[in-house]
């Protein structure tokens, strides 16, 4: 599975309504079975909008947010996916096929990446639901008992709570 930022910035931010589900269910995921990919596009656009004053009142600081990707891509079950070969064509693709322009180019970008790696994109943006050759998972539509296609595992390093969102966009605890 690869992760939108959304889903980093709900279990980031305590404020949030998503907060909890967003929180538990990525510690889940980050505990489980089944890779949980931070693309760099997703990293960025965390990095992007947690230290972006015009998005929060205390927006996180820029080593305090590095700090919590450092400690998400640290999770035993995290890794980075890169573009295959085959990737610009299923961009290219996505693109065409479904009249991609302005913002859903990004979207586009995640989901062929997705598409590359056969896995799902794991967002709270309904966009993704346009882009019927990826499966696309909400996590906040689902049950708190964790992700949908992943059983946790005892037999590896557990991620602690506080590794996948500190108390509010302003602290590092």
Known sequence: MLLDANILLYARNSDDPHHDRARTWLVDALNGSTRVGFPWQTVAAFLRIATNPRAFAEP???????????DW????????????????????RLVRNHRVRGPLVTDAALAALAIDHGVAVVSAD??????????????????????????????EEQ???????????????
């Open 60 to 70: 996180l600081e820029p080593e305090v947010a590095w700090q919590q990707v450092e």
């Open 73 to 92: 891509l640290a999770a035993p079950r995290a890794w980075v996916p890169q573009p295959t070969a085959a990737y610009a064509g299923v961009l290219g």
């Open 126 to 155: 309904a966009d993704f639901a346009r882009f019927f050759d990826v499966r696309w998972i909400n996590p906040l539509d689902q049950p708190v008992s964790g992700p949908a296609d992943d059983a946790s595992s005892g037999a």
């Open 159 to 173: 991620v602690d709570e506080r590794d996948a969102s500190a108390t509010g966009p302003e602290q590092d605890t």
